[in-house]
């Protein structure tokens, strides 16, 4: 089954201000998916926050890769921030909605592909440096590795679809999960 995903800072604080905190969390990526391997559909990073569209192939593999995912990231932000024991960096727990139908991975990762777009960061989905969307179309071979295979076939035309303004009721059917 797939998985949308995602945290926040606490208090909606900034957990990216700058690229090398954006660099620093897909390395983090990459290096826990050599320890706990998960198939990544899509992800954004957002300044407070972020989304993964995960595809595990044992059941404990989503808790055990964002569990390793965010004690890392927490301990390098904190230390890099010189906040050591200073509280804490994510608002909780990660929070995780299953992707119940082939329609429905279809509009989760739209939704988080074209987030950034929506947030007005962007002017194009694949212009955000920190997602999928832009790892899809513009990454190199080495950067695309982080992604997997979808379990469904991808649309012809899906970057001009992810662009296509989404309805409040698209939206709030996502956020409602």
Known sequence: MVFHVLNRGVGRQKL??????????????????????????AYSLMPNHWHFVLWPEQDDD???FL????????TRWQKNRKRVGEGHVYQG?????????????YQVVRYV??????????RRAE????????RRVHGTVEERRLLSAWPLPRPR??????NRPQTDAEVNAIRAD
Do not use: M
Request: charged share 30%; hydrophobic share 40%; glycine share 2%.
């Open 157 to 162: 035309q899906w970057a001009e679809h992810v």
């Open 93 to 105: 727990r990660f929070k995780s909605f299953p992707v119940e139908t082939d329609d429905h991975f």
């Open 127 to 134: 212009d955000w440096r920190w997602g999928s969307a832009w």
């Open 67 to 74: 569990q390793r995912l965010t004690v890392t990231h927490v």
């Open 16 to 41: 990216f201000t700058k690229p090398a905190d954006y660099e620093a969390f897909e390395e983090i990526i990459a290096e826990t998916l050599e320890k706990r391997p998960i198939r990544i559909c």
């Open 62 to 64: 989503l808790a055990l």
């Open 113 to 122: 592909e074209r987030n950034a777009l929506r947030a007005k960061l962007c």
